[in-house]
């Protein structure tokens, strides 16, 4: 998976930033500074998704897609962040 486009990026920080506001939730980081957070998190998936993939076990690695891999990680991350809440 290539890395997100500026503007996909920028649009994760404009949802972020709203999200925030709307829960009103307290954040003391500047726009930018999320911005440098959703570019660090996507640099970061980019770097290390050849290691999320090797840490599968073989048969499943085969036969899931790389769609359903991401999915799986994506609601494993979501289940965390609500329990670290």
């Not at 709203?18 to 996507?42: N, T, W, Y």
Request: one cysteine or more; proline letters at 4%; a positive charge.
């Amino acid at each position: 998976m290539a890395v997100l486009s500026s503007a996909d990026r920028a649009a994760i920080t404009a949802d972020i930033m709203r999200a925030l506001s709307a829960a009103r939730e307290p954040c003391s980081a500047l726009k930018a500074q999320i911005r440098a957070i959703v570019d660090a998190a996507d640099d970061f998936m980019q770097a290390n998704q050849a290691a999320f993939n090797s840490s599968i076990p073989a048969a499943p690695r085969a036969a899931a897609t790389t769609d359903q891999k991401t999915r799986i990680f994506s609601l494993v991350l979501e289940v965390r962040r609500q329990r670290s809440i």
